[in-house]
């Protein structure tokens, strides 16, 4: 080991570990998990494109109800103290209720779950890319992220403006591709974080 300058410099050196991931990522299986949901129910409907509405009401609710318990259960992943958790908190919260209205009101219009699925997605979106904008420094895989949130706001918005003229089949479809690429995204990041999470201890610290 080459010492620079005296007990000084290294004792200055040696204080200077690899820093944990920021709180707001979460456990990265629980993003894993979150994304591996959002495929399936995205497959569940694009193979069943023909599935009633009630069926599909109840199936998102499942959905976001799972995405945002995940989403909280995130909040207890990291370790840096002082990092505000508040956007993990909100997107949980928000589908949450997305996923109760959903469930317990399966009555739903399609044009009131239209526009349910629409508010969660535009949330969702703008919670992600804020949160990758402050990761970006911390984790490799940032743009999965910011192309996921950019992905959600963008789909919610087509879905509050072109929806109510399309037939529930194409929603269908709609939604389903939305969901299996946000998934894609979702697991993108899961696996850039538990890089970042597994490999950040074992970097030597910088002597400087």
Known sequence: MCLLGGGHEKEEGMTQPQAALPAETGHWWALAIRGG???LFGLAALLRPGIALEALILLFGAYALVDGVFSIVGLFGGTRGGTPRWLLFIEGVVSILAGLIA???PGLTAILLLY?????AIVTGISEIAMAIRLRKEISGEWA????????VLFGVIL???GPVVGL???IWLIGFYAVA????????AFSVRGGDSGGPSRPSRVV
């Open 37 to 39: 949901i959002a495929i």
């Open 103 to 105: 469930l317990f009101l």
């Open 116 to 120: 349910l699925i629409a508010a969660w």
């Open 145 to 152: 992220l910011i192309v996921g949130g950019a992905f959600s």
């Open 160 to 162: 509050a403006v072109v």
């Open 169 to 171: 089949i194409s929603l």
């Open 182 to 189: 946000f998934g894609v995204l979702m697991l993108v990041t």
